[in-house]
């Protein structure tokens, strides 16, 4: 069982920044692959940004490309995601998850954390 916690949400004008983390409770954290999703009010959940076990690899949606980065720093069991430029779109629950297959869209199918509510006004 892996316990997965996200900070670090809030409020924020549209074009400004905020900087989320996950914290996992597994002492085997580098042995999973991490990426997050969100959820706006009404919509499916989509995925964000993922990256490999030990962080050389990671992959964005077309959406993000160029304005979030996706981090990890196994000795803290802790995933992160940089949001710069951010827009109103991007309001939605931010939630991490963990993979022991892949980094792929689709390999999320393990552990999943709460969420964090990220807003963004306009």
């Known amino acids: 069982q892996v316990q997965l916690v996200e900070s670090g949400g809030g409020l924020v004008q549209a074009g400004g920044s905020l900087r989320l983390s996950c914290a996992a409770s597994?002492?085997?954290?580098?042995?999973?692959?991490m990426g997050w999703f969100r959820q706006a009010p009404g919509k499916d959940r989509d995925f964000v940004a993922s990256?490999?076990?030990?962080?050389?690899?990671?992959y964005y949606a077309h959406s993000v490309k160029g304005r979030f980065t996706i981090s990890r720093d196994n000795t803290k069991n802790t995933v992160y995601l940089q949001m710069d430029s951010l827009r109103p779109e991007g309001t939605a629950v931010y939630y991490c998850?963990?993979?022991?297959?892949?980094?792929?869209?689709?390999?999320?199918?393990?552990?999943w954390g709460q969420g964090t509510q990220v807003t963004v006004s306009s």
């Open positions: 998850a963990t993979s022991s297959t892949g980094w792929g869209i689709f390999d999320f199918q393990d552990y």
């Open positions: 597994k002492r085997t954290f580098s042995s999973y692959c």
């Open positions: 990256i490999d076990w030990g962080g050389g690899g990671t």
